[in-house]
C-alpha cells in the first residue's frame, strides 16, 4: 500500500497525549526512577534472574500488565499507545523485566486465541504470572514465519521438535507461545511451564548482561491439540507480534537514548582538560547535539507510532519508522557516550558501556534499521 508524502504528513502526524497516557508516564517516571537506580541495576546483573521479584509485583498491582488487555479479561480495556510511556521509562532507568515479553505474548492471545484460552490466560497475565514468547531460530532470520521448529501429531496432541533462542525469562515463565510448523502451516502453540522437562532450558550469554534469554529444546515436549492457536489468524498474530514488539522496543530505545545523553552532558559540563571544560570543545560539543537532534527525531517517530498504532497500513509504517530511527539514535548516543568518557568509558565501571550494550541488543530484536527501512521501501514505493 503506497502513501504519498502529503498523506504520511497527515496520517503520522498525530503526537497529542492523551489523558491516560499522561498520568502513566508521571506515574511511570517516578516508579522506574525509584526503583532502578544504576546501582541496582548493576547488582541485578549478577543475579540469576536478572530482576527484582518484589518490583515486578508492583507492577502487576498497579496494572500496567492489564493495560492493552480488555476489561472483559481482568484488563484495562486501553491500547499499546498507553503502554509506550511505561516503556520509555524503563529503557531510560535499564528497568529490565518481563514486563515487553508479557504485553506481547497477551497481544498474541488477543490476536489468535480463542474464549478458552484467552479466558485462562490473560487473567493471569494481568495479575503477574509471566508468558513469553519463542520465535527466534538457529537461522537468525528476523522474519516470523520462517519456522523450522515442527509439532506432528502424536495421539490426541502434538509432538515437539526443533530449538528456539532468545526466550526472554523463559525460566520463571508460566507460559511460553511458540511458533511452530504444522503440516506447512505456522501456528501459535502454548507450552505450559510443567510441559518443559528438565534440561530443555539453557540460558544465554548475551551482550546486554541486564537481560535474561534462554534457548529452549522443543524435543521432548508433547502438547494437546487445544494448546493451539487458531490457524486461520496466525498471519495477524505474528504480525501483531512483530509490531507489538518494535513499538516497545522503540519506546524502550528512546528512553535509553535520552539517558545516554544526560549522562554525557554530566560528564561534558565537569570534566577538565588543558585548563578548559570538555564540554566546551567543539569537537565534543557538535557531536552531542546532533545526538540530541536524532533523539527528538527518534521520540516524535516513536509517539507517531503509538498513536497510529491500530490504524491498518499506517500504523505498521509508523512502527517500522520509529524502530529504525530509534535504534540510529541509540546506537549514536551511545557511542559518543563511550568516546567521551576517554579511557574509562571502555572500563566496566562506566555507564555508558551499558547503554551501548542495550543498543546492540534492542539493534538484534526484530530487526535493525536497515531491515526495517527495507520493509519500509516495500511499503511506501
Request: glycine share 8%; hydrophobic share 45%.
Amino acid at each position: 500500500m503506497a502513501f504519498s508524502e502529503e498523506n504520511l504528513a497527515n496520517h503520522l502526524g498525530g503526537l497529542g497525549y492523551s489523558e491516560e497516557q499522561i498520568e502513566l508516564m508521571d506515574v511511570a517516571t517516578s516508579f522506574c526512577r525509584d526503583k532502578s537506580p544504576i546501582d541496582k541495576v548493576r547488582k541485578l546483573m549478577a543475579d540469576e534472574r536478572g530482576y527484582d521479584a518484589q518490583v515486578w509485583q508492583e507492577i502487576a498491582e498497579l496494572g500496567w500488565l492489564g493495560i492493552a488487555i480488555p476489561e472483559a479479561h481482568g484488563g484495562v480495556g486501553l491500547s499499546m499507545a498507553e503502554v509506550a510511556p511505561i516503556a520509555e521509562q524503563m529503557g531510560r532507568r535499564l528497568l529490565t523485566t518481563p514486563f515487553a515479553t508479557c504485553t506481547v505474548a497477551a497481544q498474541a492471545l488477543l490476536a489468535a486465541g480463542d474464549e478458552v484460552q484467552c479466558g485462562e490466560w490473560l487473567p493471569r497475565i494481568v495479575a503477574g504470572e509471566i508468558a513469553t514468547l519463542a520465535l527466534s531460530e538457529p537461522h537468525g532470520d528476523w522474519t516470523l514465519s520462517h519456522v523450522e521448529a515442527t509439532a506432528k501429531p502424536n495421539g490426541d496432541g502434538y509432538a515437539l521438535s526443533g530449538t528456539k533462542q532468545f526466550v526472554a525469562y523463559a525460566k520463571d515463565a508460566a507460559l511460553v507461545i511458540a511458533t511452530v510448523n504444522v503440516d506447512g502451516a505456522v501456528r501459535l502453540a502454548l507450552i505450559e511451564q510443567s510441559a518443559i522437562p528438565d534440561g530443555a532450558l539453557r540460558r544465554e550469554i548475551i551482550v546486554d548482561e541486564t537481560r535474561r534469554t534462554y534457548e529452549l529444546t522443543l524435543d521432548g515436549i508433547t502438547i494437546p491439540a487445544s494448546a493451539l492457536l487458531d490457524a486461520g489468524r496466525s498471519a495477524t498474530a505474528l504480525g501483531q507480534i512483530e509490531l507489538a514488539s518494535a513499538l516497545l522496543q522503540a519506546a524502550e530505545m528512546c528512553g535509553g537514548t535520552q539517558s545516554a545523553i544526560d549522562y554525557t552532558v554530566e560528564y561534558l559540563k565537569t570534566r577538565k582538560q588543558f585548563g578548559k571544560l570538555i564540554g566546551e570543545y567543539q569537537a565534543l560539543k557538535h557531536p552531542i547535539t546532533n545526538a540530541y537532534v536524532a533523539y527528538e527525531k527518534a521520540r516524535s517517530h516513536m509517539l507517531s507510532a503509538a498513536h497510529n498504532f491500530g490504524q491498518q497500513g499506517v500504523g505498521e509504517i509508523a512502527v517500522r519508522m520509529a524502530k529504525a530511527s530509534a535504534d540510529k539514535a541509540y546506537s549514536f548516543a551511545a557511542d559518543r557516550a563511550v568516546q567521551f568518557h576517554g579511557g574509562f568509558g571502555f572500563t566496566h565501571d562506566c555507564d555508558a558501556g551499558l547503554y551501548r550494550r542495550s543498543a546492540i541488543w534492542h539493534a538484534s530484536q526484530f530487526g535493525d534499521a536497515a531491515w526495517h527501512r527495507a520493509k519500509l521501501a516495500d511499503l511506501l514505493f
